[in-house]
């Protein structure tokens, strides 16, 4: 997920590195809450259906999700660089595990937005998104 405004990324944790936080707000921040929900149903349905180890959820300031107006996340399923996960995931059937997975986090996330008393697609916070509206 986007960090929200303040917070360190992942890549700031390591020994060595220096503080990450952006002051100024992105898009994405205006959806913080949202975005972690929506992380967390993902990696809960991933991890029941494709019994794969959990490395985390990390925090990143990753430009493909800077300019969202709506809630999201990048999902990484797995890595090719990984022999045996390539072999995993050059089988439909494992990619349609995957597919499913992802889908089943969504109808879940979906249920936590609704559950919440939240309009569907969740909207940004009133005052949030003030400085982002001309962006």
Known sequence: TFPPRHQNSANSWSPGKKPDAESEAANANAFDHWN???AQSLHRELLDRLKAPDRGKKLMHLAV????????VLVECGFLTSDVEAAKIATPAY???IAD?????????????????????????IGSTASLAKG
């Not at 999700?65 to 999201?72: A, D, H, Q, T």
């Not at 992802?102 to 697609?121: N, Q, T």
């Open 36 to 38: 972690v929900v929506l």
């Open 65 to 72: 999700l800077r300019p969202l107006k709506c809630p999201g």
């Open 95 to 97: 990619r349609q595990e």
């Open 101 to 125: 997975a992802l889908s089943a986090g969504i109808r879940s996330y979906i249920k936590e937005v609704e559950a919440a008393g939240a309009a569907f697609p969740p909207k940004a916070e």
